[in-house]
């Protein structure tokens, strides 16, 4: 289900509070630009410091600005499971597609705590589950052996794999089998990823360059692997660019530039400083994207 070109979508903001007008025309920009999943409420769309009423206000506007022309992936994951249950809940009940559950952050739970929270929210929500491993941001490692243990759940369909290393994702697609979606959270490892059998990325990138990672990823989809290395390699600069920083502050200053959205973001995030933005808007203007 949750395959091809997918944007981790930032959350735009005016003044404090959720840019309402910048979100649609950010959705109706991936619309028209071929990406196939948008994945609101994840770490690019700032979750952490979106309120809980923001969370479901970010859902609603994306699930309607999208009007069922692409899927969407709501991020509502969270370090406390009752949390999670009632957040996957509302974007059930709201018409997203799928949701997407971050691994639960500073609690560090062992394997089987892992397993039993993820298994707790797919037996209480009736939606496609999309499992989420970044162990960076989290301090906790989603290993391949549980991940296998909760593929054998009917909604838990797929993980979007962020741990870096590819040896980890080749297992887990040994493991669980074609059926499973294995999607990159990095768009510099998304196509030897797919290559090892991933089905799709969801993209930082694809907040600025949404075709050309559109046409990057379904080129590895289809197999045409020397189209889609030429492409991966015209696109490696931008993909750095966007970790100048830490995410999303890169990437919402580019959108700024371009014209997109503000590029208020909150603290604890601040904005680049003027050095790096220089450094930034030389690459865009390199990709003509200003």
Same mark, same amino acid.
């Given at each position: *289900?949750?395959?091809?070109? *997918?944007?981790?979508?930032?959350?735009?903001?005016?003044?404090?509070?959720?840019?309402?007008?910048?979100?649609?025309?950010?959705?109706?920009?991936?619309?028209?630009?071929?990406?196939?999943?948008?994945? %609101?409420? =994840?770490?690019?769309?700032?979750?952490?410091?979106?309120?809980? #009423? !923001?969370?479901?206000?970010?859902?609603?506007?994306?699930?309607?600005?999208?009007?069922?022309?692409?899927?969407?992936?709501?991020? $509502? =994951?969270?370090?406390? $499971? !009752?949390?999670?249950?009632?957040? $996957?809940?509302?974007?059930?009940?709201? =018409?997203? @597609? =799928?949701? /997407?559950?971050?691994?639960?952050?500073?609690?560090?739970? @062992?394997?089987? &705590?892992?397993?039993?929270?993820?298994?707790?929210?797919? !037996? #209480?929500?009736?939606?496609?589950?999309?499992?989420?491993?970044?162990?960076? +941001?989290?301090?906790?490692?989603?290993? %391949? #052996?549980?991940?296998?243990?909760?593929?054998?759940l009917e909604n838990i369909i797929g993980i979007k794999e962020?741990?870096?290393?590819?040896?980890?994702?080749?297992?887990?697609?040994? +493991?669980?089998?074609?059926?499973?979606?294995?999607?990159?959270?990095?768009?510099?490892?998304?196509? %030897?990823? *797919?290559?090892?059998?991933?089905?799709? /990325?969801?993209?930082?990138?694809?907040?600025?360059?949404?075709? #050309?990672?559109?046409?990057?990823?379904?080129?590895? &989809?289809?197999?045409?692997?020397?189209?889609?290395?030429?492409?991966?390699?015209?696109?490696?600069?931008?993909?750095?660019?966007?970790?100048?920083? $830490?995410? %999303?502050?890169?990437?919402?200053?580019?959108?700024? *530039?371009?014209?997109?959205?503000?590029?208020?973001? +909150?603290?604890?995030?601040?904005?680049?400083?003027?050095?790096?933005?220089?450094?930034?808007?030389?690459?865009?203007?390199?990709?003509?994207?200003?």
């Open positions: *289900m949750f395959k091809g070109s *997918m944007v981790a979508l930032v959350t735009p903001f005016k003044k404090g509070k959720v840019d309402e007008e910048g979100l649609c025309s950010l959705v109706e920009f991936h619309v028209e630009n071929g990406t196939d999943v948008i994945c %609101p409420c =994840g770490t690019t769309g700032e979750s952490a410091t979106l309120s809980f #009423e !923001e969370h479901q206000q970010v859902v609603d506007i994306t699930v309607k600005a999208a009007g069922g022309r692409v899927y969407i992936l709501a991020g $509502t =994951g969270s370090n406390n $499971t !009752e949390e999670a249950i009632l957040l $996957t809940e509302y974007a059930r009940k709201t =018409g997203a @597609t =799928g949701c /997407l559950l971050i691994t639960p952050y500073y609690n560090r739970p @062992t394997q089987e &705590g892992l397993f039993l929270h993820f298994k707790k929210i797919a !037996e #209480e929500v009736d939606i496609p589950l999309i499992l989420y491993n970044v162990p960076a +941001r989290t301090g906790v490692n989603l290993l %391949p #052996e549980t991940v296998e243990k909760l593929s054998g962020a741990s870096g290393s590819l040896a980890q994702a080749s297992e887990i697609v040994n +493991r669980c089998g074609d059926g499973f979606d294995v999607i990159s959270g990095d768009d510099v490892n998304a196509l %030897p990823m *797919m290559a090892v059998g991933g089905k799709g /990325l969801i993209s930082v990138t694809a907040n600025i360059a949404p075709k #050309e990672i559109s046409r990057m990823v379904h080129a590895a &989809g289809e197999g045409r692997f020397d189209e889609a290395r030429k492409l991966h390699h015209q696109l490696l600069q931008l993909h750095n660019a966007m970790f100048l920083q $830490t995410n %999303p502050i890169p990437v919402k200053t580019a959108l700024s *530039m371009m014209g997109k959205i503000s590029s208020e973001m +909150r603290l604890p995030l601040c904005s680049m400083p003027t050095d790096m933005a220089e450094k930034l808007k030389d690459v865009l203007s390199d990709y003509n994207l200003i």
